[in-house]
């Protein structure tokens, strides 16, 4: 009879198998890590760019609506402008659009409440154009009722946006 003798060997791993295994698990994790933490990092940085860029587009149509579809003035082919500054406009009606802190807010016809259009603004800056083209300086007596186009920047959220406005009151298509 043949006996054996020593040990039987049972399945499983061994301490050194084990620890060789936790070693090249570490090291994957080690280079795998940073890049999903990158990865995530980066997805992140793009769904807030993206919201931010959102936002910042509703107000900016928004604005162009306002500006585009602006009251006639008491003179026909002039808009009914009470305000136009660099960083705010307003109607005889009460509407406005300005920035208030880090925030532009509107103000519908008679001009009770005002409600934020986008947060976190940096820049609202308006420029006034004539017929031909020209800037009108309105804070420095330049007249309101010339005003036919509106360029329009608008910096939220780090992002930027900027477009100009015809007024369909200076089209003959107002009101």
Do not use: C
Request: hydrophobic share 45%; proline share 3%; net charge negative.
């Amino acid at each position: 009879m043949n006996m054996m003798l020593g040990r039987t060997r049972h399945g499983g791993f061994t301490l050194i198998e084990t620890i060789a295994v936790i070693l090249i698990v570490g090291l994957l994790a080690g280079v795998v890590g940073p890049l999903m933490v990158g990865a995530a990092g980066a997805y992140a940085g793009a769904r807030d760019g993206r919201a931010a860029i959102e936002n910042a587009s509703f107000a900016m149509d928004r604005i162009v609506r306002v500006l585009r579809e602006a009251p006639e003035g008491a003179t026909e082919g002039t808009a009914a402008f009470a305000k136009a500054l660099p960083g705010v406009f307003g109607f005889t009606d009460g509407s406005q659009v300005a920035k208030s802190g880090t925030d532009v807010v509107m103000k519908e016809p008679g001009g009770a409440t005002s409600h934020p259009l986008v947060r976190d603004v940096t820049a609202f800056e308006l420029t006034y154009l004539r017929d031909d083209g020209m800037e009108l300086d309105t804070g420095a007596g330049d007249d309101v009722t010339d005003i036919r186009r509106v360029e329009i920047r608008l910096v939220a959220g780090g992002q930027e946006l900027r477009t100009g406005v015809f007024l369909r009151v200076g089209m003959g298509g107002g009101g």
